[in-house]
């Protein structure tokens, strides 16, 4: 019998040796979904303590009793398994816990599986963005968990994004979440100290995405409550990869490919450039009509700001016709390479990973490098005492250019020169708008460089006291440098180094945090009763060294540092810190696994409020009911979970000035002389900003096949940090004070359904898909008032009862066709036909600021994402497509973009402009082409002309794979390679009429949002990758 | 024993806890109290330096002060043809009451009278023997921003009863802390001149004829001179103006003298023989909105926002060196004329060049208030009205002496030619009842709003009739 077996088998690896009384099982294991084998799963005999791990290519062999009938399964990631022994070699295909109720989840200082977790926790794990190529981690939760509102906001490499859990709950201070990085929060934020318009540099790009392990977000108050005094908008918590106790594996992972823009929005060619120069001119009787085009040329040209050199012979050479886009944008290249190396015995375990990334923008001179290392490493020095660090060091380097709101960005110029213009003429650089320099010399001669060096880890240990109790302390350390450069010569017209004959500036910033933890954990079970307790304290310091110099004057181009500037004329050097401490408690009990109860407790003490108001209590507290394990569920076998969840807590917010409350007097020169003076009026009762939230939610399971999860949630975030203005006569304008109320109410569901199970390497394919509903309002402020502010001072309101990014301005009905149709006010007032027809709000005849009003909002009415996940034998696709519903886009750019001349400005304008009025009769949503500004506000940005429906959907990430088969893998000797193609905004459905609907001139800004103001426009990208395991 | 354990934790937390305290007392690096700042001698006499910082804001006189008469009262001589809105406004006499320079220059000022406050509270702790000057460059700071405001900010003196028209609020207590908010009502034009009079002249007696850069004897008396033209004290006017030549040109005044050459006084890094008073600016540090805006870009300037029209070079004579202009010159051109032409327009010379110090009072501006009120008393205090004017038109270069004066507009003329740009011309145009761009010198356009900001900040604040 034995022998027949291993007849049976002499073909493969899996030979059965027989050991006298025992018998040897065989067999492989390998995931359920892609079939890639499974290593370090562990193999026990069920009713013994034999067991063993699988190898790399996930193969074991087991000795077993004779009585032996069953095997145990497990491994971190899947849902544990039995499987009756049978003879042969046994094929088992593990199912990933994922989105199943043994899913861990990583919650604040601990771990739980998903059917234990009483708030509302949103995880991504390492799978779900296994291809993609993102630069920053944050980028994971886009459209991935419900009530995480991503935005993108431009395409810069290596920028800064917006991420937003539930909402916006702060106008002054931060609505960035907590990000924490094995335990340690991270230093985020922008630390720039040069201007690039709108966009920033995000320290979260430091982390490599392939090293993340999972990504949980914390969204309500009761889950978020133990990071207390910095959890009001949401925590984000990271988790690295570590060892396995198994044979070294080691994975390289390869992927490279290109990016261009996915749309260019036309601009007006020479002909229709002219053409509507013409006819303003003609409108404005400064023509006739009759004029030739180079009188045309002669006059606008020659009255304007040029010398005869600098117009040229070109301008008068109808062949030229410049496409200025075309010369910035540019098809660039994106790659990755990255190898880790894991392994481990019981003892000690590791994983090192090193990567390199590099993805140039779709824009000349912008590029972003990281190059990055980690090394995590556990040690068990007995079965008491563990130990364990978790590091990591990166470098990144950063072109950059400027973007956005600025005279000198390649972008933003290219969309406002003139197609009349060649790039160069006699190898100088033209200037093709008076009012900006040539956008391919901003892109090609500036020197913009961020680099950092970025060293981030902690140290651990655990100690058991007993087998309940144990204490782990843990020191951490984010230390951020930022070195900036930047050189702009004095080698093409209209740099902003002109006059100082080239200008350098360099800026270093170092930050540094240092944190030491302390926390004691109790577990124990009496009878039906289940505690888990926790207490811990912390301490956090940060400190900040900022310093910058600029030198101008400069011998020539070649030289560009400081040391050579004639005038070194700006130097400044700041230190700055803040601490916190805190302590911490969390008692969660559960009573027959049905009854959950989980309070939290924590109490910090910040360095940034006046002594008397630095501490600060957050509480938070959830319940849920497993009604599932009830008895009279048990027969409903249709339904595989159901759990109610309730929660409530207090969060706060602290992210404002470090002595904001204090007042002060700074340094103040005069006539090369120090002197001294005030800075600031501070404010001793300056407090946290306080968020209570409230969350209800459900878990619903459905033949193990669907899982829903709901959640409703109200947040409402009192005493904002507000500067208040006070009467300026006291010699101070205001001071910092807490005031005003925002809320945020929504609702949140995740359905995730398996629709072909794939037993047996058939059809696999599963469907994610998230959806959240936010209301945002601002409740009260100062005084009841107003507050403008946005593009232009005064195109965004912060008014009670409207949502934060409320814009407003004019209506707009359009163009008079004629004369006739204009009211006997407004014509009285010199308005035209052709002019346009705002609405007249306040019906005084005229049309005044008064008439302004609410004209839309920046806030999806919904957001949310769709996974679809097919698997078939080695295939793999994975679609990923996301959407927002609702949100307006403001393109405030219009006013130059579609202005038509308007105050002589002659920027080059969108092909929009081709529809404007040119006679009466003309019925049409563009007014007449003129450069008279004086009384009809013809391109008035702040209008609903240029408001946009910004709603998208879009195909964010297509990935189609292939796993070899392993008999291949045999034969060359490695254990698993994938090949794959993967695009990345492959379609966007919107109508939005500009380059790209994730947008914000602003960037990260709290509240300023949809503003589309020359924006460096997100790109396609499409990678090829391999991944080979050894 | 598991009580025990738990006990042990929390207590191992609640030390280490305790432990980090330290760390958490920390303090701003970067910054002192207002106690410590106003504790000692030597620093009060910093914040005194800091007070000619905060005047030497672009908002004030790093150049918008003296900009903003001009712009608005341009009446066709200037044109401002830059992309910012806030300064078009200013020149098209449409200032909406948020305008960003509307409330940057109140708020400026008031800092500065803040400090002033500051030190006139904390004079006591001053070493005797500086204690009077001290006191008297804070008594001119106030007083000169306290007249710069109530003539911007509200009606002419001469329009209508001063007594009864809104000045703007006065400020003599220091603000140290957020107890000492106040919201003030405005006071009348009448109270603000009063006490702007009382300040200036109890600065003029307590500080030194020569005190470096710094506020001067001869500079309150100036600045006296100007809120006494301001309110037709002829009188008051020509004896304050007489006093600063007095003191100006005496040794112990540094012997202030007109330059020989016009040009010479401007693009200057350091004070010449003929600055009263001067905003200091160097590649270091300081503020000269008037080269940033006047100037173009070659020279290191934006490109050129403000252009000089014909209406403007129509008022001199021919020959006149203060008209001489060089054409299209490049950034390496030497030339020192009045005007240049560049981009097809006029420009002044006087605010080419980056980094150089910002005119406020010049001497020549005195003789030309001595003669003018002398002219107008018919009185020959100091030196006669035709000797002093002269002066000026000698030093121009390429004009003929008067041989007489028949009209007090013939000194405005010489006014507006010789401080052209300098920050007179909406000042004196009210003085001389002169239409401006089609508007009568008391229209309410021609006096900036109350900022939004204040309104709202201040609900005592009433705002200015036309807005």
């Known amino acids: 019998m034995r022998k027949n077996h291993v007849l049976l088998m002499g073909c493969t690896l899996f030979a059965v040796s027989v050991v006298a009384q025992n018998r040897q099982v065989t067999g492989r294991i390998t995931d359920s979904r892609t079939g890639a084998p499974v290593s370090g799963a562990t193999i026990r005999v069920q009713g013994s303590n034999t067991a063993v791990v699988t190898a790399n290519d996930g193969s074991f062999s087991i000795s077993a009793g004779a009585n032996a009938r069953t095997l145990v399964i497990s491994s971190v990631g899947y849902t544990d398994q039995q499987v009756s022994i049978t003879s042969g070699s046994m094929n088992v295909q593990l199912v990933s816990s994922e989105r199943s109720l043994d899913e861990v989840v990583v919650v604040g200082y601990g771990v739980k599986n998903r059917r234990e977790v009483t708030g509302s926790v949103g995880k991504v794990s390492a799978a779900d963005i296994a291809d993609r190529p993102l630069a920053s981690i944050d980028q994971a939760l886009q459209g991935t968990v419900a009530g995480v509102q991503v935005t993108q906001n431009s395409g810069t490499p290596g920028g800064g994004i917006s991420v937003r859990v539930r909402g916006s709950s702060s106008i002054s201070a931060s609505n960035q979440p907590l990000y924490v990085v094995d335990g340690v929060p991270m230093i985020t934020g922008d630390f720039s100290q040069l201007g690039y318009g709108g966009q920033s540099v995000n320290s979260i790009t430091d982390l490599n995405p392939s090293d993340i392990e999972s990504l949980e977000v914390l969204k309500d108050a009761s889950a978020a409550a133990i990071y207390g005094s910095r959890a009001a908008n949401g925590v984000v918590l990271i988790t690295t990869k570590r060892g396995k106790a198994q044979k070294t594996r080691i994975n390289v992972n390869v992927y490279q490919g290109f990016q261009n823009a996915w749309r260019k929005p036309d601009y007006l060619d020479r002909e229709e450039f002219l053409t509507i120069m013409k006819e303003a001119l003609v409108n404005d009787g400064y023509f006739t009509g009759s004029e030739t085009r180079n009188d045309l040329i002669d006059w606008w040209y020659s009255s304007s700001t040029l010398t005869a050199a600098q117009r040229g012979p070109f301008l008068f050479d109808n062949s030229i016709n410049t496409d200025w886009v075309d010369e910035v944008f540019r098809t660039a290249a994106i790659k990755n390479y990255e190898m880790n190396v894991s392994g481990g015995d019981a003892k000690t375990k590791y994983y090192l990973g090193g990567g390199y990334f590099d993805q140039e923008g779709i824009v000349i001179g912008s590029r972003f490098r990281r190059w990055s290392g980690r090394l995590n490493l556990d040690h068990a020095v007995s079965e008491k005492l563990n130990f364990g660090t978790s590091i990591s060091l990166s470098r990144s380097m950063n072109n950059r250019i400027v973007s956005d709101n600025t005279l000198y960005g390649p972008f933003a110029n290219s969309l406002a020169a003139q197609p009349l213009w060649p790039v160069r003429f006699n190898g100088a650089y033209t200037r093709p708008n008076f009012f900006y320099s040539n956008p391919v010399a901003e892109g090609t001669e500036n020197d913009d460089l961020a680099e950092n060096l970025r060293g981030f880890g902690n140290v651990f240990a655990t100690y058991k006291i007993t087998s309940g109790l144990s204490v782990t302390g843990r020191a951490g350390f984010d230390v951020y440098n930022l070195n900036e450069r930047r050189y702009t010569p004095n080698t093409y017209p209209g740099n902003s180094a002109a006059g100082t004959n080239g200008s350098a500036t360099s800026g270093k910033s170092i930050n540094t945090r240092v944190f030491y933890e302390l926390t004691g954990n109790y577990k124990f079970t009496a009878g039906d009763h289940k505690f888990d307790i926790l207490a811990g304290t912390n301490t956090e310091t940060n400190k900040s060294d900022v310093t910058s110099v600029t030198g101008i004057g400069f011998p020539g181009e070649k030289f560009r540092f400081v040391t050579d500037a004639a005038t070194v004329n700006t130097g400044s050097n700041v230190e700055n810190s803040n601490a916190i401490t805190s302590a911490l408690a969390r008692v969660y009990y559960s009573f027959k696994n049905k009854y959950l109860l989980d309070v939290n407790f924590r109490a910090d003490y910040s360095s940034r409020f006046a002594p008397g108001e630095r501490w600060g209590y957050f509480p938070g507290a959830s319940f849920a009911w497993r009604i599932k394990e009830e008895n009279f569920m048990k027969n409903a076998g249709a339904i595989s979970d159901l759990k109610l969840r309730a929660g409530f807590g207090l969060l706060g917010n602290q992210a404002f000035g470090n002595f904001s409350y204090l007042t002060a007097y700074g340094g103040s020169n005069y006539n090369d002389q120090a002197g001294i003076a005030p800075v600031q009026l501070g404010n001793k009762d300056l407090t946290w900003e306080k968020t209570e939230q409230s969350n209800i939610g459900l878990d619903l399971g459905l033949f193990d096949r669907i899982t829903l999860t709901a959640d409703v949630y109200y947040k409402k975030t009192r005493d904002l940090l507000f500067i208040r203005p006070i009467p300026a006569q006291n010699g101070f304008g205001s001071y910092a004070s807490n005031i005003g109320n925002v809320e945020n109410r929504g609702l949140e569901l995740a359905l995730n359904t398996v629709n072909f199970k794939g037993t047996g390497g058939g059809l696999k394919w599963t469907t994610d898909f998230n959806i959240s509903f936010n209301k945002n309002k601002v409740v009260s402020l100062f005084e009841g008032r107003d507050i403008f502010y946005g593009f232009g001072g005064n195109s965004i309101v912060l008014r009670e009862g409207q949502p934060i990014g409320t814009f407003y301005g004019l209506l707009f009905d359009g163009v008079f066709s004629e004369l006739k149709d204009v009211p006997a006010g407004r014509q009285a007032a010199g308005i035209m036909a052709g002019d346009a027809n705002y609405r007249d709000l306040n019906g005084d005849g005229v049309i005044t600021d008064d008439d302004r009003t609410i004209i839309g909002n920046a806030q999806p009415k919904f957001t949310g994402g769709i996974t679809n996940t097919l698997s078939w034998r080695g295939l793999d696709l994975n679609v990923f497509a996301m959407f927002s519903y609702g949100n307006k886009i403001w393109n405030a750019a219009g006013t130059y973009q579609e202005g038509l001349f308007g105050g002589f400005n002659d920027d080059n304008q969108r092909t929009t402009v081709l529809a404007r009025w040119q006679k009466p009769g003309d019925i049409t949503m563009v007014p007449r082409a003129t450069t008279d500004v004086s009384v009809n506000r013809n391109n008035e940005a702040n209008t609903t002309r240029f408001i946009e429906d910004g709603s998208f959907l879009r195909i964010k990430n297509v990935v189609l794979g292939y796993t070899l088969p392993k008999s291949t893998l045999q034969k060359i000797g490695v254990s698993n390679v994938r090949i794959y193609a993967q695009a990345q905004n492959l379609f966007t459905f919107t109508k939005y009429k500009g380059f790209d609907p994730e947008v914000n001139f602003a960037g990260a800004s709290n509240t300023t949002l949809g503003t589309d103001f020359y924006t460096f426009p997100q790109m396609r990208q499409i990678t090829f990758g391999l991944n080979v395991g050894f | ?467």
């Open chain 2, 1 to 467: 024993m598991k009580i025990r354990n738990i006990l042990f934790a929390l207590s191992t937390t609640l030390v280490l806890s305790t432990g980090c305290k330290k760390e958490l007392e920390l303090k701003d690096p970067q910054a002192l109290s207002p106690q410590d700042a106003f504790s000692t001698d030597g620093n009060i006499k910093k914040v005194l330096q800091g007070g000619y910082d905060a005047l030497s804001s672009g908002n004030l006189w790093g150049g918008n002060l003296q900009m903003y008469p001009d712009l608005m009262g341009s009446n066709g001589e200037l044109n401002w043809v830059g992309t910012f809105n806030n300064y078009r406004e200013v020149w098209g006499k449409s200032l909406l009451t948020t305008n960003t320079l509307v409330s940057g220059t109140w708020s400026s000022a008031y800092n500065v009278i803040n400090i002033a406050n500051g030190i006139i509270a904390n004079i006591a702790k001053v070493a005797t023997a500086d204690q009077g000057r001290v006191k008297g460059e804070a008594l001119f700071l106030r007083g000169a921003m306290h007249f710069e405001l109530v003539r911007l900010y509200a009606k002419d003196y001469t329009d209508g009863t001063a007594s009864a028209n809104l000045g703007v609020p006065l400020m003599t207590n220091f603000t140290a802390s957020t107890a000492d908010i106040t919201k003030p009502a405005r006071n009348t034009v009448e109270q603000v001149y009063t006490q702007v009079i009382a300040d200036l002249t109890e600065a003029e007696t307590l500080l030194p004829a020569s005190n470096t850069v710094f506020a001067t004897k001869a500079a309150a008396a100036a600045i006296l001179s100007r809120v006494y033209l301001q309110k037709a004290d002829y009188a008051g006017a020509r004896d304050a103006a007489n006093r600063t030549i007095i003191s100006a040109t005496s040794s112990a005044g540094g012997s202030k003298t007109l330059l020989t050459s016009f040009m010479a006084n401007f693009n200057q890094a350091a004070n010449t023989a003929e600055d009263i008073f001067a905003i200091q600016v160097n590649d270091q540090d300081g503020t000269n909105n008037m080269q940033t805006f006047y100037s173009v870009d070659i020279f290191g300037a934006r490109d050129g926002d403000i252009e000089i029209e014909a209406a403007h070079l129509a008022l001199y004579e021919l020959t006149d060196g203060r008209r001489s202009s060089t054409s299209n010159p490049s950034a390496s051109t030497v030339f020192n004329t009045a005007f240049y032409t560049k981009y097809s327009a006029n420009r002044t010379t006087k605010f080419r060049d980056l980094y150089k110090n910002v005119k406020v009072i010049r001497l020549a501006e005195m003789y030309l208030t001595r003669a003018e009120a002398n002219y107008r008393l018919g009185t020959t205090v100091g030196d006669s009205p035709l000797n002093d004017v002269n002066r000026i038109r000698a030093r121009a270069g390429g004009l003929l002496p008067l041989v007489a004066i028949t009209s007090v507009n013939e000194i405005y003329l010489e006014r507006r030619r010789e401080l052209a740009f300098e920050g007179f011309g909406l000042h004196d145009a009210k003085r001389f009842k002169r239409t401006i761009d089609g508007r009568p010198w008391n229209d309410n356009k021609l006096v900036f709003p109350i900022p939004f900001r204040e309104i709202n900040a201040n609900s005592s604040l009433v705002q200015n009739a036309g807005y």
